[in-house]
């Protein structure tokens, strides 16, 4: 496949601000045919730059993105249980501790090498999840609060919903609640409304606050008719009542 169609299924978002750009370049080109020459020629520069950049960065992103495929694999290898050694041609880890150590190292690896590329985004992220299953709160907060700080809507979500996580269980529970009530009134594709609402009244739960807990839960069954949200939420809210 040639390497403009790749480009163009990709749809990337820098892609598409560039062939904006083209596109109204060439519009004004043929509005603009008596312009001093010298005009045209210092567009034609700048246009190579910057398809020059576009191609280097796109580059970078598939090799990034390659890697990043490998440390996903990593993160989600099985562990073995206490005291089975390893099997010759089957990878595994003998601790989550260990499996969360080699798969942040490939994460930020990715990070320091494409740091300006969309998968390097990603890996933030995923460097995030890793130090939180290390229970390192330190830098799992950095790295999800670069995520949730994303210009993509879907990243940024999913970093919301991980650092909600994180602010839990270092009892930050209004930096939980807020991160979980900006996912409820903005919504994505990654981070539904009603999951967000569901971990927020499973907080209220873990908190003791079964009032709160239930006022969600039943908003939840209101909104989303005949839906396993909807089930899981009646559910956990005729449990509150026992």
């Known amino acids: 496949m040639r390497a403009e169609t790749r480009h163009q299924l990709k749809q990337d978002r820098f892609s598409k601000v560039t062939l904006e750009a083209a596109e109204n370049a060439a ?20 246009a190579a730059i910057a398809i020059g950049g576009w191609y280097y960065v796109n580059q970078q ?3 990034a993105s390659a890697e990043l495929s490998a440390a996903v694999r990593t993160f989600e ?29 490939q994460f930020q690896a990715i990070v320091d090498k494409y740091p300006h590329t969309h998968t390097a985004d990603m890996a933030r992220y995923f460097v995030g999840l890793a130090s939180a299953q290390l229970r390192d709160n330190a830098a799992a907060e950095r790295s999800l609060q670069e995520a949730a700080g994303s210009s993509n809507a879907d990243l940024a979500a999913l970093g919301k919903f991980a650092l909600a ?3 839990r269980g270092e009892n930050k ?17 990654v981070v539904s409304k009603a999951t967000a609402q569901l971990e927020l009244a499973g907080f209220y739960e873990s908190r003791q606050k079964p009032d709160e807990a ?17 089930s899981l939420a009646q559910r956990k809210a005729t449990a509150l009542k026992q």
């Open 165 to 167: 996580s994180v602010y």
């Open 27 to 46: 519009h004004w080109s043929e509005e603009h045919k008596t312009k001093l020459i010298v005009i045209v020629i210092a567009v034609v520069v700048i």
């Open 173 to 189: 529970d209004t930096q939980a609640v807020d991160l979980y009530k900006q996912l409820i009134d903005k919504p994505t594709l």
């Open 61 to 63: 992103d598939e090799k």
């Open 77 to 105: 290898t099985q562990v073995r249980p206490a005291g089975v050694p390893a099997q010759p041609g089957f990878e595994s880890f003998a601790s989550p501790q260990d499996r969360g150590t080699a798969a942040r190292k």
């Open 214 to 230: 239930k006022k969600i839960y039943d908003q939840v069954e209101k909104e989303n008719p005949s839906t396993e949200a909807a």
